[in-house]
């Protein structure tokens, strides 16, 4: 059974700076492809970034060039800075484990965090 924890939100003001960790467990992390999403009030989730077992990532075009993910497998994390917040970068941010092939993330639907929440203030 994988577990994920997520930490590191909290509120900021626009173009300010959060980092998001994900600590893995229950599974050789390694192995694991990571992905965060988020999730604002009436809007459905949507995939944020995603990072292979291999390192390889992915950032949606509304984060590229402000949010980087980043895996340290020695500490069964991954973690998200998030740079230049905006206000519309305000959401619950969750991580999920999956696996990647050919350039797709495969999430699975069982292995979620409990999210966090961020909040940019204008």
């Known amino acids: 059974q994988v577990q994920l924890v997520e930490s590191g939100g909290g509120l900021v003001q626009a173009g300010g700076s959060l980092r998001l960790s994900c600590v893995v467990s229950?599974?050789?992390?390694?192995?694991?492809?990571i992905a965060w999403y988020r999730q604002a009030p009436g809007k459905q989730r949507d995939l944020v970034a995603f990072?292979?077992?291999?390192?390889?990532?992915y950032g949606a075009d509304s984060v590229k060039g402000r949010f980087t993910i980043s895996r340290d497998n020695a500490k069964n994390t991954v973690y998200l800075q998030m740079n230049s917040l905006k206000p519309e970068d305000t959401a619950v941010y969750s991580c999920?484990?999956?696996?990647?092939?050919?350039?797709?993330?495969?999430?699975?639907?069982?292995?979620w965090g409990q999210g966090t929440q961020v909040t940019v203030s204008s």
């Open positions: 999920n484990a999956g696996n990647y092939l050919r350039g797709i993330y495969y999430g699975s639907p069982d292995y």
């Open positions: 229950g599974s050789t992390f390694s192995r694991l492809a």
């Open positions: 990072i292979s077992s291999g390192g390889s990532t």
